[in-house]
């Protein structure tokens, strides 16, 4: 984990912690990632980390810019996930902008085995869509 960006709650570090350490250094990569992505960019503002669905999330809190961003597991395929509601576009975006890039499931996550290198251009240009998805939205 950075120190860059400790995490606040007990809750969320019980989560993290209660994860195989091999996905959890994969989830913690993508939490870095949504860290350096918002405090890059004014315009997504401050995120809050917190637990939804007993899973980690992350909401930007002000202004309202984004998307919530879910984090998970799924022990018994083996494979980690970044979820988002499955009311925005976001998937369906991401598959006509990279068909190949990502397994996904449905229109709510993208889904990477544990086994496999993160592919972090594509990764971070998902996790900013996510991240600016509302203003972006009121911009059409």
Same mark, same amino acid.
């Given at each position: 984990?950075?120190? *860059?960006?400790?995490? =606040?709650?007990?809750?969320?570090?019980?989560? !993290? %912690?209660?994860?195989?350490?091999?996905?959890?250094? %994969?989830?913690?990569? /993508?939490?870095?990632?949504?860290?350096?992505?918002?405090?890059?960019?004014?315009? #997504?503002?401050? /995120?809050?980390?917190?637990?939804?669905?007993? =899973?980690?999330? !992350? +909401?930007?809190?002000?202004?309202?810019?984004?998307?919530?961003?879910? +984090?998970? !597991?799924?022990? =018994?395929?083996?494979?980690?996930?970044?979820?988002?509601?499955?009311?925005?576009?976001? #998937?369906?975006?991401? %598959?006509?902008?990279?068909?190949?890039?990502?397994?996904?499931?449905?229109?709510?996550?993208?889904?990477?085995?544990?086994?496999?290198?993160?592919?972090?251009? @594509?990764?971070?240009?998902?996790?900013?869509?996510? +991240?600016?998805? *509302? %203003?972006?939205?009121?911009? @059409?």
């Amino acid at each position: 984990m950075d120190d *860059h960006f400790p995490i =606040q709650s007990l809750e969320v570090a019980g989560t !993290y %912690k209660a994860l195989p350490s091999s996905v959890r250094g %994969k989830l913690l990569d /993508i939490r870095n990632l949504i860290y350096t992505i918002a405090t890059s960019n004014e315009a #997504i503002g401050t /995120i809050e980390e917190c637990l939804k669905w007993n =899973q980690v999330s !992350y +909401l930007t809190k002000s202004p309202k810019s984004g998307t919530t961003i879910r +984090l998970g !597991y799924k022990p =018994q395929t083996g494979q980690y996930a970044i979820y988002v509601p499955c009311t925005t576009t976001l #998937i369906e975006d991401t %598959k006509e902008m990279a068909p190949q890039g990502f397994n996904y499931e449905k229109n709510r996550a993208l889904l990477f085995s544990v086994d496999a290198e993160l592919p972090i251009p @594509l990764v971070s240009e998902f996790l900013f869509r996510a +991240l600016t998805y *509302h %203003k972006k939205r009121k911009n @059409l």
